[in-house]
């Protein structure tokens, strides 16, 4: 689906060339040294003209990506090829793609700006577009595209990685990912710090995400877990409220990174297996069936019974880790 962008990042003096502007992009995140880069060894690339209405532009292909941007910043543009292709890495490394997929490229647009933006997304989704048009900032994936608008190199950038990990699931696999488990992961992949022109992946650091979350926590304003389990991204957006937005998806991802990262492990063979549940078809069956044992199957949603099938149904327990867990890493300085 799509997050509401409100990133208040200054790049007032990140104008002198790409490798002093990432420098300080590195400086200026969380403060934890970079943890793990996914470049790819080689990879093709064709570059073409390219252009929507009256503004010329860029087409550039790689080995998973058809790039299009009408972006002026020439260093931005010379950096797409190499990013997109790190974050596909990334993604991979998260669940494989299938051997049997496609082949298709993700189709990846960088509008210049918000009304040029606009009127793509007019254009090519007039049925979506009364959604769409309620992103404050950055852009949406739909299917195997995406498409952004220029908010600020960095911002930009976070938005494509998590964007990007939309794409890859809508491309490669069939089966419904749960909301909470969708927005999740793209939260997960979208903190990135980069060194020279290296980007690096910084998934259980995201200071982004940690700091709307520790907004919710002090305010005692988080969703109950079952709440978020069943709640649909697009509702939250459409409710057109950016406390309640930007609270739902610093849980998300405070919730991927426990079921990795947190209680010794304990959730993370479960968030494996729903992985591949995901990649071998059979997310949906358990899920099915983890439902009709529930002790509420008639209200059991979708996004809870995968939970269930997977992680727990001892909820309460779960829950109350849970938010110890996210008050760790909301005030652990």
């Not at 009408?70 to 890495?89: H, I, K, M, R, W």
Request: with cysteine; charged share 20%; glycine share 6%.
């Amino acid at each position: 689906m799509t997050t509401a962008y409100d990133i208040l990042t200054t790049t007032r003096s990140l104008s002198v060339g790409w490798w002093p502007i990432v420098t300080i992009i590195a400086a200026a995140g969380c403060g934890s040294t970079p943890t793990r880069t996914f470049e790819p060894s080689q990879y093709e690339l064709v570059k073409h003209e390219w252009g929507f209405q009256s503004r010329p532009g860029t087409q550039l292909t790689t080995d998973h990506f058809e790039i299009y941007t009408t972006s002026e910043d020439s260093d931005f543009v010379a950096f797409l090829p190499n990013y997109l292709e790190t974050t596909y890495q990334f993604y991979a490394s998260l669940l494989p793609p299938s051997a049997d997929h496609d082949g298709q490229k993700l189709e990846t647009y960088i509008l210049a700006d918000r009304h040029e933006w606009d009127a793509f997304v007019k254009r090519r989704y007039p049925g979506r577009y009364h959604l769409y048009r309620m992103i404050s900032a950055g852009g949406f994936s739909e299917g195997r595209a995406c498409v952004v608008y220029d908010i600020g190199r960095v911002a930009t950038l976070s938005v494509i990685a998590h964007e990007g990990l939309h794409q890859y699931f809508g491309a490669h696999f069939s089966e419904p990912l749960p909301a909470w488990l969708n927005e999740g992961l793209a939260t997960y992949c979208e903190s990135v710090e980069f060194r020279r022109d290296v980007p690096y992946f910084k998934p259980q650091h995201n200071s982004f995400r940690i700091n709307h979350l520790r907004h919710a926590v002090a305010a005692d304003d988080t969703m109950p877990l079952m709440e978020l389990l069943a709640t649909n991204a697009g509702n939250v957006i459409e409710g057109n409220q950016m406390a309640a937005t930007a609270s739902y998806y610093a849980q998300a991802w405070a919730l991927i990174v426990y079921l990795r990262h947190g209680a010794g492990g304990k959730y993370a063979e479960g968030f494996r297996e729903m992985l591949d549940g995901i990649a071998d078809g059979t997310i949906r069956i358990k899920a099915r069936a983890a439902k009709a044992t529930s002790p509420s199957p008639s209200t059991t949603a979708y996004g809870q019974a995968v939970f269930y099938a997977y992680i727990t149904q001892d909820v309460e327990t779960f829950e109350a880790d849970f938010r110890a867990y996210c008050e760790h890493l909301c005030f652990k300085n």
